[in-house]
């Protein structure tokens, strides 16, 4: 019996050690990991930093940055426009079933048009650019890293900074604004033609009702959100290809995760930028 209660003891002794370097090992584990996180978040401020700094002081590299304006802007059109045209169609049949149990029917254009110029528009316009220009800008600066590409520059004189980081950065900043209203638009357009000729929403009251309760704030709050959802993305994808790890492996981790952390930092801004404009921009 006393043998029992001895080895019985010593279990429970070794049970709580064991919980007990468990949670130890978790502890240091999380603080580890939130170091990282803020390390980065340091070194993201500082590249910001630095690009302005570029920016400001330096005059702009116009022919790479034009280029990049047109890989950004003009080649995401498409994917734009198909997002904008399908969500305002969506958007403006979903709004007209719920409606139509309650006859506010008319209801359905300003709200389609306050929901593309508020949110849908420029949320959306930035998380498909935030998958395409994000994940290309990632992939090419991480293989000119991989391939040594960023040492070579500095040896020569020329900082990868000014050369690579600010047209892409000045691009984006330019050419998502231009995307999200395009966005709007088609949204607008697209809710429109599906209310009146699909719905059978009386026109003059649907475009009237639209007239009525949209705004030039309505308008302006989403296009502020796109520059600064344009320099998230292009700060978080730079910094993700400058920071990639060796080899094939490196390159791809770097591309997910400036698609996924874009994408996310896209979705948490905006709402605190809602609050923000809700309270400078009233409804």
């Not at 308008?219 to 994808?237: E, R």
């Not at 400058?242 to 094939?248: H, L, Q, S």
């Not at 390159?251 to 809700?278: D, H, K, P, Y």
């Amino acid at each position: 019996m006393r043998d029992v209660c001895v080895y019985g003891g010593l279990a429970t002794v070794w049970a709580l050690s064991y919980a007990a370097r468990g949670i130890m090992e978790t502890v240091q584990r999380f603080r580890q990991f939130v170091i990282g996180q803020l390390n980065q978040l340091g070194s993201m401020l500082l590249l910001l930093l630095d690009i302005f700094k570029t920016t400001f002081s330096k005059r702009p590299r116009w022919r790479e940055t034009v280029d990049q304006m047109y890989k950004i802007g003009w080649q995401s059109q498409a994917v734009v426009v198909v997002t904008g045209a399908f969500t305002g169609m969506v958007f403006a049949v979903q709004t007209y079933l719920q409606f139509h149990k309650v006859k506010m029917d008319t209801a359905v254009g300003p709200v389609v048009s306050v929901a593309m110029t508020r949110e849908l528009g420029p949320v959306l316009t930035a998380l498909m650019v935030a998958g395409r220009v994000g994940a290309a800008i990632a992939a090419e600066l991480g293989t000119m890293k991989v391939t040594e590409q960023l040492d070579s520059m500095r040896s020569m004189g020329t900082a990868p900074v000014d050369y690579l980081a600010v047209p892409r950065f000045i691009a984006l900043m330019v050419g998502l604004p231009l995307l999200t209203a395009e966005a709007m638009f088609f949204g607008i357009f697209s809710g429109y033609f599906v209310g009146v000729h699909m719905c059978g929403i009386d026109q003059a009251y649907f475009l009237n009702h639209m007239y009525q309760f949209t705004s030039a704030k309505d308008v302006a709050s989403g296009l502020i959100k796109s520059v600064f959802f344009g320099m998230f993305i292009a700060l978080i994808s730079t910094y993700k290809g400058f920071n990639a790890a060796e080899g094939a492996e490196g390159v791809g981790r770097a591309t997910t995760e400036a698609v996924v952390v874009s994408s996310l930092t896209v979705l948490i801004a905006n709402f605190f930028l809602t609050v923000v404009f809700s309270k400078i921009i009233p409804v």
